[in-house]
């Protein structure tokens, strides 16, 4: 739970936005914004391959099927692929 709450914290506000609280898994856009945005700057995953691998397991696990992928779940998922749990609660 820890670590959900981290990710929760890292979202920020835009949680709060219907449109930002969720991500679109078929949005190449969205894609790279989680890339850069959470993956880059907030766990400092600079490796452009690992953090796509980390996307793509991330969605896999939610599950394609499900269009409404919520962003602290989705950031979750991720941080627990690439093992930056710490990184997140620092």
Do not use: Q, W
Request: glycine share 4%; net charge positive.
């Amino acid at each position: 739970m820890a670590l959900l709450d981290a990710c929760v914290k890292a979202c920020g506000p835009s949680i709060y936005k219907s449109d930002s609280a969720t991500v679109a898994a078929s949005d190449k856009s969205e894609i790279e914004r989680v890339r850069t945005s959470f993956i880059v700057k907030k766990l400092g995953v600079a490796d452009e391959d690992k953090g796509n691998a980390a996307i793509k397991v991330a969605v896999e696990k939610y599950g394609r099927a499900v269009r409404a992928k919520h962003r602290p779940v989705v950031y979750y998922l991720i941080a627990k692929e690439l093992r930056k749990a710490a990184a997140l609660k620092a």
